[in-house]
């Protein structure tokens, strides 16, 4: 077998665990040196394992996102009446958003930033973190979503610089609610 190396660059999202603490996570990752690609596999609890995975452009993902939008507006009007395990509920798979009115400001500067932020408060909302808590989140925080919210916002920061901050503070400022959960 050849031998490569990977470099995971950024977590986007983790889609689903295993009992066994296997994670499918959607990530950017560098292989044999090259520029990150999207990269969405099983991965072992500490990244040293992983499973059979496909890896995509930006091109390719742009296009499954469109996909993926045409799937959800044809199937909107077809409700599945067979109830799923495995489906979150209606409830926790609610969106919380960088505010509209935030997104036409922001938006024509960096949509890239707009969208991992609503991913990054989303990914919050879901882990019951408020938004004062991701604001704060900190490398010594105890709870470990929190930490979890420090990284992905250190990876922000990395790339995008001070605006993360700038933006989270107008999100934080513009929110009636700061509490997630209903």
Known sequence: MASFTYHIERNIAVLS??????????????????????????????????????????????????????????????????????????EATKSIEVPAKLQQKWNPCNRRLVLEMNTLLTYGRKQGLTVKQITQASERSKNVFEKQVFNQLEQLRFVYGQQVDELLQEVAESMTRLDFKD
């Open 17 to 90: 665990d295993t009992a066994k603490g296997w994670r499918k996570e959607l990530n950017v990752v560098s292989w044999n040196g090259q520029e990150g690609k999207y990269d969405l596999r099983n991965w072992s609890p500490d990244h040293t394992k992983m499973g059979k995975g496909i890896t995509l452009t930006e091109g390719e993902v742009d296009r499954l996102k469109e996909a993926l939008g045409l799937l959800e507006t044809s199937d909107s009007s077809k409700e599945d009446p067979t109830p799923n395990p495995d489906r979150p509920s209606e």
